[in-house]
């Protein structure tokens, strides 16, 4: 039998970024994977130990392998099932040219192991230096080398990271790809224009943007809770949603220059053969829906109000 140890949040790493991987540890180990990142089972054992004596996950807060929480279920599927939709909004634009891909806070990431980009791409990597330390440290213990170059840079996104950035190499006259996976929800509406105004700013045409969008602010009446974990991830998630833009993704993004698609995370799930948890369902009054949104900068836009920074996760 194998002896696990009491999960410990690392110094500065937060909860989701961990469950986030733990999502995809657990999907990787599925023979109808969506995708595997080998990686994401080392950060989990590093905090939470190895697997149990049947081969699963350990637990690590709400995350469980046993299928015994709805709410898991449900975040599992949500950060499952938007990670092929990024990783090919990753590889299409690197297909089209980005040479430079953005990860703005990149969590436990490792789309420059994982995914198939060309020589030549860099991969910025833009989180605090407690994940960097911590991620690094458990990516040093890997077999696994990085087949492109990877740059973490240290910032904090409540300020202006964009200085940071270009210190490390960033080049705004090339073409990047930008990645926002689950930043949104974190920042309100004028945080969210911010933002977008920032990298448009910087981005050369025919850079891609990406990032999912809430219809609307989530709430703690319709996430299934099934013990204390449940119910402090779950207040914790809904506490944090600070609603995102105002405008809808289209309209959000044209009015900056960018050409957008959009796609429900109901229908990703459908593409994928999954079934639909709870807090998706479609059919519920009002339901609460994830749209997963890509776009290509056509025209540059006005600058960004200088007086004005990012503050949000």
């Known amino acids: 039998m194998t002896t696990q140890r009491p999960a410990s949040l690392p110094e500065g790493v937060g909860s989701t970024a961990l469950i986030t991987a733990y999502a995809r540890a657990q999907e990787s180990r599925r023979s109808d994977a969506l995708f595997t990142d080998p990686q994401a089972a080392l950060f989990i054992a590093a905090v939470a130990g190895a697997d149990d004596a049947e081969g699963r996950l350990p637990r690590l807060g709400p995350a469980r392998d046993d299928g015994s929480s709805a709410l898991w279920i449900g975040l599992y599927a949500y950060f499952a099932g938007r990670t092929p939709f990024y990783d090919q909004y990753v590889e299409q634009a690197a297909a089209a040219g980005c040479r430079q891909l953005v990860l703005l806070g990149a969590g436990l990431d490792t789309r420059a192991w994982r995914l198939p980009l060309p020589s030549g791409t860099t991969v910025y990597e833009l989180d605090t230096q407690q994940v960097h330390d911590f991620k690094n ?23 202006n990271w964009l200085e940071p950035l270009r210190a490390a190499g960033f080049d705004e ?11 949104l929800m974190y920042l309100d509406s004028t945080q969210s224009d911010a933002l977008l105004d920032l990298i448009t700013s910087v981005s050369a045409p025919g850079s891609r943007f990406a990032a999912e969008y809430f219809n609307r602010r989530s709430r703690l009446s319709e996430v299934p809770i099934s013990d204390p974990a449940d119910q402090a991830v779950a207040e914790l998630f809904v506490n944090s949603d600070q609603g995102g833009p105002d405008a809808a993704p289209e309209k959000w993004l044209a009015s900056r220059g960018w050409q957008a698609r959009v796609r429900d995370l109901v229908d990703e799930f459908a593409v994928q053969g999954r079934p639909v948890p709870y807090m998706f369902e479609p059919a519920k009054p009002d339901p609460f829906r994830v749209l997963l949104t890509s776009a290509v900068l056509e025209t540059l836009s006005v600058p960004p109000d200088p007086g004005v920074l990012l503050a949000g996760t």
Do not use: F, Y
Request: glycine share 2%; proline share 9%; hydrophobic share 50%.
């Open 137 to 159: 440290d458990v990516l040093a213990r890997s077999a696994l080398t990085c087949p492109v170059e990877r740059v973490p840079v240290a910032v904090d996104l409540r300020v």
């Open 173 to 183: 006259d090339r073409p990047t790809a930008w990645l926002a996976e689950g930043l």
